[in-house]
């Protein structure tokens, strides 16, 4: 029979070493949407490397792209880090093919060659109890804002009520929300005010 003194400490051991393990914290998925408030189309974005969202027109919507994870409960420093790609010029006439259909490659490359990247990471609001997936909203000067919101834009609860079809101001206001990251290689030199 083993010494009493041997089997206490390997029983305070074990419940120490129980206490510490905590209940892993609860994740769900949910759809990722967009809306595109610029003159400009949105060709793609993606949200933390996780999940793609489809392109948009300016004025547009993309919707229902499966899927973003977001915890179970919202917490301070949840973040969302968004890379886009745009369009300057969604309505540019592009020669087509002679023959069978698509664009003369020489015409649509020199057309994406003015393709620009951007990025910014910004808070998630608060979302409560209640989440719906995550939806992005593009703004003018590359801004943008998103929210877990169940509400659909238009409802008097919605938390984003920027206007679509915006037009570039002359001089873009530093964002103060955002944590601006702009990818120093593609993002054109712009006056901050």
Not at 74 to 88: I, K, M, T
Request: with cysteine.
């Amino acid at each position: 029979m083993p010494p009493r003194n041997v089997i206490h400490p390997f029983f305070l051991f074990l419940l120490l070493l129980l206490a510490g393990c905590d209940e892993p914290e609860q994740w769900s998925a949910g759809d990722l949407r967009g809306y595109n408030h610029t003159l400009e189309a949105i060709n793609w974005f993606n949200v933390n490397d996780e999940a793609t969202g489809s392109s948009m027109m300016p004025g547009g919507e993309a919707g229902g792209m499966c899927c973003i994870s977001l915890p179970g409960k919202w917490r301070a420093g949840l973040r969302a880090h968004v890379v886009w790609e745009v369009d300057p010029n969604p309505h540019e006439k592009i020669a087509r093919k002679k023959s069978g259909y698509g664009f003369e490659n020489e015409a649509y490359t020199r057309h994406a060659a003015n393709y620009k990247r951007y990025s910014r990471t910004v808070d998630i609001p608060d979302y409560g109890d209640n989440k719906c997936g995550l939806t992005v909203h593009f703004l003018s000067c590359h801004h943008i804002k998103v929210t877990a919101t169940c509400f659909a834009p238009g409802h008097p609860s919605y938390p984003i009520n920027e206007p679509f079809q915006q037009k570039e101001p002359a001089v873009c206001p530093q964002p103060d929300a955002e944590r601006a990251q702009a990818d120093e290689k593609n993002e054109p030199k712009r006056k901050q005010g």
